[in-house]
């Protein structure tokens, strides 16, 4: 059975970083599109990062350009994104995803074949 399993979530502050890993089981993922989208209570799950299966590109939402980072390790079949500067509007549940393709749109969730159960992320003010 596939599984894509989050962690790394947890309660910080305002400012502060957290680095949240993203480690599919049951088969490897280095030909996929992976992908990261959040969901805060009462919204829409919006997009957050993809990086293709190479790492040769990466996407980000308008919210996090600058202060959050995704990447990959293909030989440890794990994807990261690293959030820096968190702000209280960044918190949410996180949700890991990978997509197979060319030519997706990978800013949409009907993209992603497979998605994780998520993982919180708080921040305090």
Request: proline share 2%; aromatic share 16%; glycine share 12%.
């Amino acid at each position: 059975q596939v599984q894509l399993v989050e962690s790394g979530g947890g309660l910080v502050q305002a400012g502060t970083s957290l680095r949240l890993s993203c480690a599919p089981s049951g088969r490897t993922f280095s030909s996929y599109t992976m992908g990261w989208f959040r969901q805060a209570p009462g919204k829409e799950r919006e997009f957050v990062a993809a990086i293709t299966w190479s790492g040769g590109r990466k996407y980000y939402g308008d919210s996090v350009k600058a202060r959050f980072t995704i990447s990959r390790d293909n030989a440890k079949n794990t994807v990261y994104l690293q959030m820096n500067s968190l702000k209280p509007e960044d918190a949410a549940v996180y949700y890991c995803a990978a997509g197979w393709g060319y030519g997706s749109n990978w800013f949409e969730r009907s993209s992603y074949d497979y998605w994780g159960q998520g993982t919180q992320v708080t921040v305090s003010s």
